[in-house]
Protein backbone atom coordinates (compact mmCIF):
# COMPACT_ATOMS: atom_id res chain seq x y z
CA UNK A 1 0.00 0.00 0.00
CA UNK A 2 1.50 3.27 -0.98
CA UNK A 3 1.96 5.96 1.28
CA UNK A 4 -0.76 8.48 0.31
CA UNK A 5 -3.18 5.54 0.35
CA UNK A 6 -2.07 4.72 4.10
CA UNK A 7 -2.41 8.15 5.21
CA UNK A 8 -6.03 8.78 4.02
CA UNK A 9 -7.08 5.08 5.44
CA UNK A 10 -5.13 6.63 8.73
CA UNK A 11 -6.95 9.94 8.82
CA UNK A 12 -10.11 8.24 8.05
CA UNK A 13 -10.11 6.15 11.05
CA UNK A 14 -9.11 8.94 13.01
CA UNK A 15 -12.03 11.03 11.72
CA UNK A 16 -14.70 8.04 12.01
CA UNK A 17 -13.50 6.79 15.89
CA UNK A 18 -13.64 10.70 17.12
CA UNK A 19 -17.29 10.38 16.63
CA UNK A 20 -16.84 13.21 13.68
CA UNK A 21 -17.43 10.83 10.53
CA UNK A 22 -20.92 10.85 9.37
CA UNK A 23 -22.78 8.28 6.68
CA UNK A 24 -21.87 9.78 3.35
CA UNK A 25 -19.22 12.45 4.30
CA UNK A 26 -16.05 11.15 4.21
CA UNK A 27 -14.65 11.22 0.33
CA UNK A 28 -11.91 9.29 -0.13
CA UNK A 29 -10.25 10.47 -3.28
CA UNK A 30 -7.65 7.43 -4.83
CA UNK A 31 -4.31 9.11 -7.36
CA UNK A 32 -2.98 6.39 -9.45
CA UNK A 33 0.44 7.54 -9.91
CA UNK A 34 1.70 4.89 -12.51
CA UNK A 35 -0.97 6.83 -14.83
CA UNK A 36 0.21 9.92 -16.05
CA UNK A 37 -1.00 12.98 -18.02
CA UNK A 38 -0.82 12.88 -22.21
CA UNK A 39 2.26 15.30 -23.49
CA UNK A 40 0.76 18.74 -23.93
CA UNK A 41 -1.93 18.52 -21.21
CA UNK A 42 -1.74 21.21 -18.56
CA UNK A 43 -1.41 20.39 -14.97
CA UNK A 44 -2.60 22.80 -12.27
CA UNK A 45 1.16 23.29 -10.10
CA UNK A 46 -0.28 25.95 -7.67
CA UNK A 47 -3.73 27.52 -7.14
CA UNK A 48 -4.58 29.74 -3.96
CA UNK A 49 -6.45 32.84 -2.89
CA UNK A 50 -4.43 36.32 -3.01
CA UNK A 51 -5.01 39.98 -2.39
CA UNK A 52 -4.33 43.18 -4.40
CA UNK A 53 -1.31 43.58 -2.96
CA UNK A 54 0.25 39.47 -4.09
CA UNK A 55 1.98 38.67 -7.05
CA UNK A 56 2.81 35.13 -7.98
CA UNK A 57 5.92 34.21 -9.73
CA UNK A 58 7.39 30.57 -11.11
CA UNK A 59 10.43 28.72 -12.19
CA UNK A 60 11.99 25.69 -12.34
CA UNK A 61 14.59 24.63 -9.38
CA UNK A 62 16.81 21.42 -8.98
CA UNK A 63 18.72 19.65 -6.66
CA UNK A 64 21.49 17.86 -8.77
CA UNK A 65 23.00 15.21 -5.95
CA UNK A 66 19.38 13.60 -5.83
CA UNK A 67 17.83 13.87 -9.53
CA UNK A 68 15.30 16.16 -8.58
CA UNK A 69 13.33 18.65 -9.86
CA UNK A 70 10.29 21.16 -8.92
CA UNK A 71 8.91 24.40 -9.65
CA UNK A 72 9.45 27.14 -7.03
CA UNK A 73 6.43 29.69 -6.46
CA UNK A 74 7.27 33.02 -5.23
CA UNK A 75 4.29 34.71 -3.54
CA UNK A 76 5.40 38.87 -3.58
CA UNK A 77 3.89 40.81 -1.15
CA UNK A 78 3.72 44.45 -1.25
CA UNK A 79 1.37 46.17 0.36
CA UNK A 80 3.81 47.76 3.21
CA UNK A 81 7.38 46.60 3.05
CA UNK A 82 8.09 43.92 0.17
CA UNK A 83 8.10 40.69 1.41
CA UNK A 84 8.76 37.28 -0.77
CA UNK A 85 7.89 34.09 0.08
CA UNK A 86 8.52 31.15 -2.00
CA UNK A 87 6.75 27.12 -1.68
CA UNK A 88 8.48 24.68 -3.67
CA UNK A 89 5.87 22.32 -5.93
CA UNK A 90 6.17 18.71 -6.72
CA UNK A 91 4.90 17.91 -10.26
CA UNK A 92 4.56 13.97 -10.99
CA UNK A 93 7.00 13.28 -13.80
CA UNK A 94 9.29 16.35 -13.72
CA UNK A 95 13.34 15.01 -13.23
CA UNK A 96 16.38 16.02 -13.58
CA UNK A 97 19.16 14.05 -15.69
CA UNK A 98 22.67 15.33 -14.18
CA UNK A 99 24.36 13.85 -17.17
CA UNK A 100 22.81 15.98 -19.78
CA UNK A 101 22.00 18.88 -16.97
CA UNK A 102 17.96 19.09 -18.08
CA UNK A 103 15.27 19.54 -16.35
CA UNK A 104 12.56 16.76 -18.28
CA UNK A 105 9.09 16.16 -17.83
CA UNK A 106 7.72 13.06 -18.96
CA UNK A 107 4.07 11.82 -19.57
CA UNK A 108 2.81 8.76 -21.46
CA UNK A 109 6.16 7.68 -22.15
CA UNK A 110 7.35 10.90 -23.86
CA UNK A 111 9.96 13.24 -21.99
CA UNK A 112 10.41 17.04 -23.17
CA UNK A 113 12.90 19.11 -22.10
CA UNK A 114 11.49 22.00 -19.51
CA UNK A 115 15.07 23.28 -18.98
CA UNK A 116 18.32 23.68 -19.00
CA UNK A 117 20.98 24.04 -15.55
CA UNK A 118 23.61 25.95 -15.76
CA UNK A 119 25.96 27.01 -12.90
CA UNK A 120 28.19 29.88 -11.80
CA UNK A 121 30.08 30.35 -9.31
CA UNK A 122 28.86 27.76 -7.41
CA UNK A 123 25.26 28.86 -8.08
CA UNK A 124 23.38 26.54 -10.39
CA UNK A 125 20.30 28.01 -11.91
CA UNK A 126 17.78 26.53 -14.16
CA UNK A 127 16.80 28.28 -17.60
CA UNK A 128 13.70 27.26 -18.94
CA UNK A 129 12.96 26.44 -22.55
CA UNK A 130 10.35 27.25 -24.63
CA UNK A 131 8.44 23.36 -24.37
CA UNK A 132 6.90 23.84 -21.08
CA UNK A 133 5.95 27.38 -20.47
CA UNK A 134 5.02 28.22 -16.27
CA UNK A 135 1.73 30.28 -17.20
CA UNK A 136 0.37 32.15 -14.38
CA UNK A 137 -2.66 33.43 -14.42
CA UNK A 138 -5.30 35.29 -11.94
CA UNK A 139 -9.04 35.23 -11.78
CA UNK A 140 -11.72 36.49 -9.76
CA UNK A 141 -14.25 33.61 -8.18
CA UNK A 142 -17.34 33.96 -5.98
CA UNK A 143 -16.54 32.40 -2.37
CA UNK A 144 -19.41 31.75 -0.57
CA UNK A 145 -18.41 31.49 3.76
CA UNK A 146 -21.37 30.18 4.00
CA UNK A 147 -22.45 33.70 5.69
CA UNK A 148 -22.66 36.26 2.29
CA UNK A 149 -20.42 35.86 -1.27
CA UNK A 150 -17.55 38.22 -1.94
CA UNK A 151 -15.41 38.31 -4.66
CA UNK A 152 -11.80 37.06 -4.15
CA UNK A 153 -8.79 36.81 -6.49
CA UNK A 154 -7.04 33.50 -6.86
CA UNK A 155 -3.60 33.00 -8.71
CA UNK A 156 -2.76 29.44 -10.49
CA UNK A 157 0.31 28.73 -11.92
CA UNK A 158 0.05 25.57 -14.88
CA UNK A 159 3.17 23.97 -16.61
CA UNK A 160 1.95 23.73 -20.25
CA UNK A 161 4.33 21.00 -22.27
CA UNK A 162 4.41 21.38 -25.55
CA UNK A 163 5.28 18.19 -27.59
CA UNK A 164 7.88 19.44 -30.35
CA UNK A 165 8.97 16.53 -32.20
CA UNK A 166 12.71 17.86 -31.76
CA UNK A 167 12.30 17.63 -27.70
CA UNK A 168 10.45 14.30 -27.22
CA UNK A 169 11.97 11.24 -26.93
CA UNK A 170 10.30 7.86 -26.48
CA UNK A 171 11.62 5.62 -24.19
Known amino acids: MNPIKKMVVCLAAVISTSGLARAGQILIIEIDESRSAAPGAPVTVYEAPIDEFQSVNAKFDIDPALGRAWIDVESVDSEFQTTRSTVNRRVNGLSYDPESKQVIYQAAGSQIVCGEATSLLGMTRVRATDNCPLVVSYEN ?12 MFAKVTLTPKAAPDQVSER
Open 141 to 152: RTVDDGTRPSAQ
